[in-house]
């Protein structure tokens, strides 16, 4: 039986809920105080994990605090404090056209457009909505991998351009919600819906699942392969 539009939307506000219930602590991992901090972080969280990017933004920071500071950095010292992220020399390079991008055109402030982000080296939609929805409370739902896997086995799309599942999910949710919607989608992905091994049998949306019995079913088998989430990172407001 095919799913009407109407059903879809409403099985993805409960699956919301759902999730809401299960990982109250569902945000954003990375750690930041500012707009410009989340985003240089975002840049290099590519292919790499948040907690390992949380370990070099602290120094990173303290050296380059700013656009202004980070333009007029030296290529290899930049180089040596994001090498543990991976991709150093690429993510070096982003980082510094970045800033000088930020300081010549958008007068060394974060731009709180998604027009204008996307305009920036090294930005795209998904590290856009990221900024937008966590720096400036604008809403935005980052398509990340597991944003696009764990959609992708609730039935909700079944597309694999980012774009385009970001779309679908933003009418399937209220606006207010779609930064949240990506938290929560994300945190599943990583604690309880794995790529490889998904637990559903401990699963808070197995019934709403179309997908679900791919992976570890009896509840306690499952319940072994949940991971526990680390503490949620500090936010604009933080100290």
Known sequence: MVETVLARTRRARRIDRLLGERYPDAGCELDFRTPFELLVATVLSAQTTDVRVNQVTPELFSRWPGPVELAGAERVALEDVVRPTGFFRAKAASLLALAQALVERFDAQVPARMADLVTLPGVGRKTANVVLGNAFD???????THVGRVARRLGLTVEEDPVRIETELCAL???R??????HRLIIHGRRTCHARRPACGACPVARLCPSSGIGETDPEAAARLVRPGPVPARGPAAG
């Not at 604008?138 to 990340?144: H, Q």
């Not at 919600?177 to 990506?182: R, V």
């Open 177 to 182: 919600g779609w930064t949240m919607f990506s």
């Open 138 to 144: 604008v809403p935005g739902l980052p398509v990340d």
């Open 173 to 175: 949710i209220p606006k």
